[in-house]
């Protein structure tokens, strides 16, 4: 099949770009220096392309994505990186045997709910500026006290300076994560432990002061990262039908992907093609002005970029992994839900 | 069950809003007066309450939506509401006996796909002044002649004011509907047909030139439409779990549905107690500031109202149909994808 030949709104994957961005990863980060970030891509197919660049830890955003991910045999080293109080959840995954789990806990009612749940290991969770989870810094030694009473290991901490991940002052950048950072290793210190878990794709490079990297991005890359000149290539296109055209001065087209297929958090996708703009998207549309550019025929395809990659994929069942003749592979985007 | 021991992040239907949205509608635009739109709700069991309710004519965006709508017994009359040229599943939808299928055309090549997919009745679609599909008006009537020479059924005209449904001064909306409708009105004249359809929720009251309404959000709202002071009750809540809370002036608290779970085009979701105010959304959490309100504890249950329906529904697996104590039913939205 080739790629133009797939049922439109499609999720691709260009397989040169992806290939490309793991291995520049893979080599700037490896095994364990990295903890991919399961969001970002939801797929156990692409993770087991992670697996074969050598990394086995992985972070998750969901119970889904972890249980997901074992399911699929890659339980090695499971960190889920947020807070739940599923105890039933957190029980059957602590039942299995091919599954190592790490919760993050920030607070006693977390660490209650891990203890209920027979999980045997957490990372304590401290804000570092984001104001979202995580606990004072110098709370995280009483929470972790707290932990090990209940017979919980404690692997360290993490600190997820996400506030930090969109700079593209990259002095400053370096300046603010090295301030935040501070907090964690304050907490650190106090926590103990050999795990200090952070940074993402924004950060990847500059944040020295963990010891793995929560990066998931990077795999395919979107508009906002695509503005850091990072050394990763846009890997994520939606590919679409021209359905309408309108000719005229200001004459427009419009394509079958709108913002059921594209997420619309960090603002309109892009067209691949930098010479046509994006005037809005509806539902199961695209309206698009062709600038200098000839306007496209009917039935003609078209590729965009979106916006923001996680948000992205999980509209999405599944992704084609193409180059410019053939599709390669289909990735079921199987870790969707919650 | 009850709504509250419900995994999260789930999406609620509040069972006497949403029967009351549909009685209100149904007393005033009965059975074929309205044409639901299923790209609202993308459910077959919410559909077959409209059935009940005595609409058996229906709107879809997409293919999927008519396969899905005829394969659940519901094709007594459906208009795919959009251009295709995918004559492959054109094909197959018009060889099947269980299907009136309508297909929207606004171009010599959406009627030549048409033809060759052996669909046999369209309606000529207008551009009533939204920059999206659907023909000139001067242009309706050498399409309809076009369609007709290839053995095409021509239902009449369909034109979307989309661009008008968001007015809250009603009564200028009300002028330029008129303006709009001016448009379908003189298409049709050049058309012909029985079938004169538009409208929406936010116009389902003054648009009175066409003859089907092709409402759907009017079934459960969002933050958008209630604005506009229409008879219809907030229906649709995303329940979600406090998972972290931290305390001081500006304290905060982070719920575990986040943009994945919640449409973000139209802007964040509001808390369904208005005391509580959004900060920001991220892929799996919202940072909520209580205001003069109690902070919530660690595992309390939550209600959300996001911005836009139907991208939210889209992006749930299931629909729970809930009143204070009990959860009575669950629908699955088996419409989602293409």
Not at 62 to 85: F, S
Not at 321 to 328: A, E, T
């Given at each position: 099949?080739?790629?133009?030949?797939?049922?439109?709104?499609?999720?691709?994957?260009?397989?040169?770009?992806?290939?490309?961005?793991?291995?520049?990863?893979?080599?700037?980060?490896?095994?364990?220096?990295?903890?991919?970030?399961?969001?970002?891509?939801?797929?156990?197919?692409?993770?087991?392309?992670?697996?074969?660049?050598?990394?086995?830890?992985?972070?998750?955003?969901?119970?889904?994505?972890?249980?997901?991910?074992?399911?699929?045999?890659?339980?090695?080293?499971?960190?889920?990186a947020n807070q739940?109080?599923?105890?039933?959840?957190?029980?059957?995954?602590?039942?299995?045997?091919?599954?190592?789990?790490?919760v993050a806990v920030d607070s006693d009612a977390t660490i209650a709910?891990a203890?209920?749940?027979?999980?045997?290991?957490v990372l304590i969770d401290v804000n570092v500026g984001l104001p979202r989870c995580g606990c004072a810094p110098g709370d995280a030694g009483r929470l972790a006290d707290l932990a090990?009473?209940?017979?919980?290991?404690v692997?360290g901490v993490m600190g997820y300076?996400?506030?930090?991940?969109?700079?593209?002052?990259?002095?400053?950048?370096?300046?603010?994560?090295?301030?935040s950072?501070?907090k964690l290793l304050e907490a650190h210190d106090a926590v103990?432990?050999?795990?200090?878990s952070g940074?993402?794709?924004?950060?990847?490079?500059?944040?020295?002061?963990?010891?793995?990297?929560?990066?998931?991005?990077?795999?395919?890359?979107?508009?906002?990262?695509?503005?850091?000149?990072?050394?990763?290539?846009?890997?994520?296109?939606?590919?679409?039908?021209?359905?309408?055209?309108?000719?005229?001065?200001?004459?427009?087209?419009?394509?079958?992907?709108?913002?059921?297929?594209?997420?619309?958090?960090?603002?309109?996708?892009?067209?691949?093609?930098?010479?046509?703009?994006?005037?809005?998207?509806?539902?199961?549309?695209?309206?698009?002005?062709?600038?200098?550019?000839?306007?496209?025929?009917?039935?003609?395809?078209?590729?965009?970029?979106?916006?923001?990659?996680?948000?992205?994929?999980?509209?999405?069942?599944?992704?084609?992994?193409?180059?410019?003749?053939?599709?390669?592979?289909?990735?079921?985007?199987?870790?969707?839900?919650?």
């Amino acid at each position: 099949v080739k790629p133009d030949d797939l049922r439109t709104p499609a999720l691709l994957v260009d397989k040169a770009a992806f290939e490309h961005n793991v291995a520049t990863m893979s080599s700037r980060l490896p095994g364990p220096a990295l903890r991919p970030h399961v969001k970002a891509f939801k797929s156990t197919s692409l993770a087991r392309e992670l697996v074969s660049a050598g990394h086995e830890t992985f972070c998750c955003a969901t119970l889904r994505e972890v249980e997901g991910m074992a399911d699929a045999g890659m339980g090695t080293d499971l960190l889920l990186a947020n807070q739940t109080v599923d105890v039933d959840r957190l029980g059957e995954l602590s039942a299995r045997d091919d599954l190592r789990l790490t919760v993050a806990v920030d607070s006693d009612a977390t660490i209650a709910a891990a203890a209920t749940g027979g999980v045997r290991e957490v990372l304590i969770d401290v804000n570092v500026g984001l104001p979202r989870c995580g606990c004072a810094p110098g709370d995280a030694g009483r929470l972790a006290d707290l932990a090990r009473a209940a017979h919980i290991g404690v692997r360290g901490v993490m600190g997820y300076e996400g506030h930090l991940q969109a700079l593209t002052d990259r002095a400053k950048q370096a300046a603010l994560v090295e301030r935040s950072m501070a907090k964690l290793l304050e907490a650190h210190d106090a926590v103990g432990g050999d795990v200090i878990s952070g940074g993402g794709t924004g950060t990847h490079d500059l944040n020295t002061w963990v010891n793995e990297i929560q990066a998931g991005s990077y795999v395919l890359m979107d508009t906002q990262y695509n503005r850091l000149g990072m050394p990763f290539q846009q890997g994520l296109f939606v590919l679409a039908t021209v359905i309408s055209t309108t000719s005229g001065d200001d004459g427009w087209y419009v394509v079958d992907a709108g913002l059921k297929a594209l997420a619309m958090d960090h603002g309109d996708p892009d067209m691949a093609d930098p010479a046509h703009q994006v005037l809005f998207c509806s539902d199961e549309h695209t309206t698009v002005r062709p600038g200098e550019a000839a306007m496209p025929a009917v039935g003609d395809k078209v590729r965009m970029v979106p916006a923001h990659i996680d948000p992205t994929i999980a509209k999405h069942e599944v992704m084609h992994v193409v180059d410019d003749d053939l599709v390669h592979d289909t990735w079921p985007v199987d870790l969707r839900g919650w």
